[in-house]
């Protein structure tokens, strides 16, 4: 009975080190966004559009991957359980 529970829960360990690779891009979709709302600030309209285009781009990309990923963990967790 304890091994069922480690394999639950090493497939869990497991769905949350893929979802950590994630959180990064959403990190850096934030950092773009910071740095084109300072270049806006200063009047640096060339920076901010491309810092507020690259942060919409990995924004994006970081939902498709968590709508994938949600998808992924609902179908596994229904061949768990």
């Known amino acids: ?3 069922g529970w480690n394999d639950k829960a090493s497939a869990t360990l497991a769905l949350q080190q893929r979802l950590s690779g994630t959180t990064d ?3 850096w979709a ?6 084109s709302i300072i270049a806006a600030i200063f ?6 559009a491309a810092a507020a285009g690259i942060a919409k781009i990995l924004f994006f990309i970081f939902i498709v991957i968590c709508v994938i990923f949600l998808v ?3 179908m ?3 061949a768990i359980f």
Do not use: P
């Open 72 to 74: 992924l963990g609902l």
């Open 30 to 35: 934030l950092f773009f966004f910071i740095i």
């Open 1 to 3: 009975m304890l091994t």
């Open 43 to 48: 009047g640096f309209t060339g920076i901010a």
């Open 25 to 27: 891009m959403l990190k």
């Open 76 to 78: 596994a967790g229904r």
